[in-house]
Structure formats: C-alpha cells, structure tokens
C-alpha cells in the first residue's frame, strides 16, 4: 500500500514570495491534515480536512496561509507572502474516518521550506 | 487546555544501554497517549499509543511505556539500545480529536 506522498520535498525561497505544497493521501482515507514542524518543536495542526471539508482551522494563519481539498481526495497548501518565520517542514497525514473511534495517523515525509 | 512535555531535549546513550525518554501530559479528561519517531528526512511514525486499556503498552522494535495517572506521565523505555533507534521522539496527546506534541526529544546512542 502506498504511503502518503508530498512534494516538492524542498522549496528555498526569498520572504515575500508564495509557495504551493501537494499533498496525496493514502487512497480511502477520508480525512487529511497539514502540520507545521518548526525546527526544535513538535508538529502543529495548521488544518485538518473531512473529505473535501474544513474540520479544523483555528491555528492557521488565514492571512498568508490557504489549503484547499478539492474532490476530497488530493490537497494543496499556499503560502502567500512568505515570511522568515514560516521556515519549517510541513507534514501532511491522512487518516481514514475517525466516526468518534480513535484512528491512527499516517505521515508523509514532509517538504522542507526555508526562507531567506 | 492539554500539553505535552518532554524532559529533555537530546539523550544520549550508550548502545546496549537503557533508554528512557520522559514525558508528562496535561489533560482535564483521560488523555490518549501516543510516542512517534521521527528519523531524519522522514515523517512520523507510531511507536505505540495508550488508549485506556492496558497501563503498560508494547510497541514496535521493542520500545514499551507505561501510563501513570498520578504522576500524569507516559514514559518511553528500551531496555537495550541499538544503533538504529537514533532517532527524534515525540510524546503525544489526543482526547479532543486533535494531536498536541511535545517538544521531541532527541535520542543519540553512541558506539
């Protein structure tokens, strides 16, 4: 079974430029999230899909940040303006439905961004 | 609100040697507990999880850990190092749908 997969796995760029990650889920899981892995820190949630649907958003920074999961299945995130403190690896998972049970999270290998 | 500590932001041992990665949580309702590895370049990966069952659980490449709600703590342990579990660990918490990580902690294991 394939696992999660991502590309580009490494993007450099100058702060004010805009940058696109995709991400393409383990095939029947219905729910994917995006992560933000600051070097030295644990991943975050940025924002987590059901379907094609937002779940979760709180903790994504809407004035810089998009993501978008058309037809439930592949998903990108963008970044638009970049700043110095958006360097980071951003990590895309993918589960399938939790339907109130505890389900496991599957990563991909993450894109590694830094900005100069 | 929940969080995750993690003791320790590198470890080092010897190979053969006993690891022990610390973690404590917080939590207003029994927590799921989780520790994932990360090896460089890679994504995460389960180790094991604590999901109100069974206080010590087993987990890949012989890593265990034991739940302890009075000390709200959920520490990883190997009984013997090797080479290959060089690697970053990260102590995790899930009982709103939403995983909270600790910091990692780091784990060296030297020849």
């Known amino acids: 079974e394939a696992g999660v997969a991502q590309s580009p796995r490494y993007k450099i760029i100058e702060k004010r430029q805009s940058v696109a990650f995709w991400c393409n889920p383990i095939?029947?899981?219905?729910?994917l999230y995006w992560y933000q892995q600051i070097l030295g820190q644990g991943p975050k949630l940025l924002i987590q899909?059901?379907?094609?649907?937002?779940?979760?958003d709180s903790q994504l920074p809407k004035d810089r940040f998009s993501a978008e999961r058309l037809k439930g299945v592949d998903s990108t995130l963008k970044i638009q303006p970049a700043k110095l403190e958006d360097s980071a690896v951003y990590l895309c998972?993918?589960?399938?439905?939790?339907?109130?049970?505890?389900?496991?999270?599957?990563f991909g290998p993450g894109t590694r961004l830094t900005v100069l | 609100a929940q969080s995750v500590t993690q003791l320790g932001s590198h470890v080092s041992v010897s190979e053969g040697a006993l690891v022990l990665l610390r973690c404590n949580y917080s939590?207003?309702?029994?927590?799921?507990l989780f520790w994932y590895v990360q090896y460089p370049n890679q994504g995460l990966q389960l180790l094991l999880k604590?999901?109100?069952?069974?206080?010590l659980v087993k987990g890949i490449n012989g890593f265990e850990a034991e739940f302890k709600k009075s000390e709200t703590s959920f520490h990883l342990t190997k009984p013997s190092a090797h080479m290959s579990d060089a690697a970053e660990y990260f102590c995790?918490?899930?009982?709103?749908?939403?995983?909270?990580f600790g910091q990692g902690t780091t784990l060296q294991v030297k020849p």
């Open positions: 604590y999901t109100s069952a069974a206080t």
């Open positions: 998972a993918s589960s399938l439905d939790r339907e109130g049970q505890w389900v496991e999270q599957f």
């Open positions: 095939s029947g899981h219905a729910t």
């Open positions: 939590s207003s309702v029994p927590p799921y």
């Open positions: 995790a918490v899930d009982n709103t749908g939403k995983l909270i």
């Open positions: 899909f059901q379907n094609n649907g937002v779940v979760d």
